[in-house]
DNA sequence: CCGATGATGACACGCCGTGTCATGACGGTA
DNA sequence: TACCGTCATGACACGGCGTGTCATCATCGG
């Protein structure tokens, strides 16, 4: 029989996610989180950077992949194609079908400013990444700069606006919504 | 003869930004920060909500000017040029002729991931104030979400631009270049 | 002259995150 | 069967951050 058991870093996720929806995000000590799991505080911080870190675990490796995709994109594909074919696939892999649960997550985020600047830390993590991707196939780089930050603001603005609606509208569909309403703006 | 010395909070920041220039971020100490200012732990608390925002300080009161401004426009000045506008007095007020200052500000927050998500912090309360402006003048919710954080991502990628050339591009220029840059790749 | 105010000092304390060494199951090898 | 390296975890100490709380004492208005 093992030693110890098995899938201590998912044991820690569930449990955090439970006391944090329980009693909160600050009131929630790491001892508190490792004991319902059965571990000990610093196994903790053997699988996350901190505290915050529990919650963002599962998107770790998005930009790493998001850069490959852009890179490695058809050459010639306009940089507006890959994004938004970028942005299709991540909303249908990612949001279409999950709402309610990203609406917990986001409610969770929501209630703590440290939650709120790791987020923030995280899109920036997606942006650069996008950017070097572009980079990588030979756009100039502030041309880069400016697409990738565009493309999380159009994604995190539509991803609000698809969690406030109550009808099923497609998420991709208000993207492509926000990015004419944005061009119709910025055209003004 | 006043029982303390005037100018605490001045004294603080000082300090701080000497230590963090001399020994770095992480290596400064709230304790070592105080102790050259001539005052206790506690009292830097009571005028930095925490070790960062001692470096943010000098910013705290523009989101709130930025709403204003953009609520109070003149009716019927189109958003984009209210945010131009904008751009323009921030770029002439706090940051033509400052441009050694601002890169040895950059630096310091490069160095420490906690400052580089305390910075995004501050753009993204930066950019929920001009949103919130655009609402109270009537813009739709959406639009003047898209805009507002377009907008910081004009000045953001722009004064990156600025602090990296050696010559004496006008930062307001280099805005409208990119402006004009993002829409043609939005519209490719 | 007096009471309210408000900034600072002094002290205790809980929690976060890290360094370091010990422990013991597992797998390979002879 | 015996041995040995690997690796995840336990155990423990510790510095530093940020907060709660009460005391101190200049300043100011009445």
């Known amino acids: 029989m093992a030693r110890w058991q098995p899938d201590a870093r998912e044991r820690l996720q569930q449990a955090a996610l439970e ?9 929630t000590t790491v001892p508190a989180i490792t004991e319902r799991a059965g571990l000990t505080t610093r196994t903790f911080f053997r699988h996350f950077a901190d ?3 529990v919650l963002f675990a599962d998107e770790a490796e998005l930009p790493a992949y998001a850069e490959q995709l ?7 594909t306009s940089p507006l ?16 079908g999950r709402r309610d649960t990203i609406r917990q ?3 969770i ?3 703590d400013a440290g939650l709120r600047e790791r987020e923030l830390q995280k ?3 997606m942006a650069a990444a996008v950017r070097d991707g572009f980079r990588a196939r030979g756009l100039d780089p502030t041309r880069a700069a400016l697409l990738a930050e565009t493309s999380t603001t159009l994604m995190y603005v539509s991803v609000t606006v698809w969690l406030e609606t109550d009808d099923d509208r ?6 492509e919504t926000a990015l004419a309403t944005l061009r119709a703006t910025l055209d003004a």
Do not use: M, N, S
């Not at 006391?19 to 009131?27: I, M, N």
């Not at 194609?81 to 279409?96: K, M, P, Q, S, V």
């Not at 497609?170 to 993207?175: A, T």
């Open 105 to 107: 997550w986001r409610a």
């Open 109 to 111: 985020v929501a209630t």
């Open 81 to 96: 194609a890959i994004i938004l074919e970028g942005l299709r696939g991540l909303a249908e892999t990612r949001f279409e």
């Open 123 to 125: 899109r920036a993590a």
């Open 19 to 27: 006391l944090f929806a329980e009693q909160g995000f600050a009131a």
């Open 51 to 53: 505290k915050r870190e």
């Open 70 to 76: 852009v890179a490695q994109a058809p050459a010639g």
């Open 170 to 175: 497609k998420l991709y569909d208000i993207i």
